[in-house]
């Protein structure tokens, strides 16, 4: 089980960026799948997921909006389109599955800053 996240980078008070999440060596379609995020000194924290085929998301309070997760079962991938963002959405971004979590990727820093 392989998930290598990108996509992320360094984007002023106002950008938007889109995340993605490469998904192998397990059948992608079968999982709700979740992006979370970890800042510094923080605990990880559970931003959005989406279900098996895509039709359902939920996201936390304060990227209501502002975010939207999306999943292509075809390509194994996961996205997260993030607008609006800002400072306090820098983080560490991870995705995973929802239950029976794999392990962690390395991955993406997203930084906004002006």
């Known amino acids: 089980v392989q998930l290598v996240e990108s996509g992320g980078g360094l984007v002023q008070p106002g950008g938007s960026l889109r995340l993605s999440c490469a998904a192998s060596?397990?059948?992608?379609?079968?999982?709700?799948m979740s992006w979370y995020r970890q800042a510094p000194g923080k605990e990880r924290e559970l931003v959005a997921t989406?279900?098996?085929?895509?039709?359902?998301?939920n996201y936390v309070d304060s990227v209501k909006g502002r975010f939207t997760i999306s999943r292509d079962n075809a390509k194994n991938m996961l996205y997260l389109q993030m607008n609006s963002l800002k400072p306090e959405d820098t983080a560490v971004y991870y995705c995973n599955r929802r239950s029976s979590e794999a392990a962690w990727g390395q991955g993406t820093q997203v930084t906004v800053s002006s």
């Open positions: 060596g397990f059948t992608f379609s079968s999982y709700v």
């Open positions: 989406i279900s098996r085929p895509g039709s359902n998301t």
